[in-house]
């Protein structure tokens, strides 16, 4: 399907486990984006990438890691997982780097760490 | 660093009324972008609106408009004739006009928008 889509959508892991969240995108776009939402809260970014292979942190990245081999996948890992890290994780994407670009958003992914 | 507020957790309206949900930021730059999201209970984010700082009009796009105070750092969005699937969660987020720094917005923390039938 045309689109962002991310995997798996809902996900129960335990504390100290490697978590590994998916993003794909369909568009090309250069700019891709991962944000948590912690409940009753806004967005934060946590990690960002203008382009395959170039990532850099954004406002909240301890515990995570991204890579970007290819320009329509930007997966995100929780090397060990703490509680403090459940959240309903989000993932985006935008055209190019202009910052009047509307942000496409995937549907989320439910992240649970017991 | 820049900081959005939504004083406003929740906000209730009739059908077909109107409601305003407000914003506010803190910033020490004079270009950048503001965007009103709504969050369905879908979880899905979806653009509703945007402006330009540098622009004096206000944005509109149908029944969704804002009222940009530059000067008093004031982004209200207003939703005319509410309809029920204008019920969501609303976030403001603010947006630098700096290429190297795209897409690093600063959201507030949202506002639950009931709608009444």
């Known amino acids: 399907d045309a689109g962002i889509t991310q995997s798996p959508r809902y996900k129960i892991t335990e504390t100290g486990r490697q978590v590994t969240l998916m993003c794909h995108q369909t568009?090309?776009?250069?700019?891709m984006f991962w944000y948590r939402q912690d409940l009753g809260h806004g967005l934060r970014l946590i990690y960002y990438s203008a382009a395959a292979d170039i990532t850099d942190k954004g406002e909240v990245p301890d515990g995570y890691v991204v890579s970007r081999s290819k320009t329509e996948n930007f997966p995100l890992t929780l090397e060990s997982a703490t509680r403090s890290q459940t959240s309903v994780y989000f993932c985006a994407s935008s055209e190019s780097f202009h910052s009047y670009n509307e942000q496409f958003f995937g549907p989320g992914t439910r992240l649970t760490v017991l | 660093a820049q900081t959005v507020t939504q004083s406003q957790p929740e906000m209730s309206v009739q059908e077909a009324e109107t409601v305003t949900l407000s914003c506010t930021y803190d910033?020490?730059?004079?270009?950048?972008?503001l965007f009103w999201y709504k969050q369905p209970p879908s979880r899905q984010m979806i653009l509703v609106i945007r402006q330009e700082a540098y622009k004096q009009q206000n944005a509109t796009e149908n029944r969704f408009s804002v009222n940009f105070q530059k000067a008093a750092k004031s982004f209200s969005l207003k939703i005319s004739d509410s309809q029920l699937g204008d019920a969501a969660m609303y976030f403001c987020a603010y947006r630098r006009r700096v290429n190297t720094n795209a897409g690093k917005s600063t959201f507030g923390d949202g506002t639950t928008l009931t709608v009444k039938p």
């Open positions: 910033t020490s730059e004079s270009d950048y972008y």
């Open positions: 568009w090309s776009h250069s700019y």
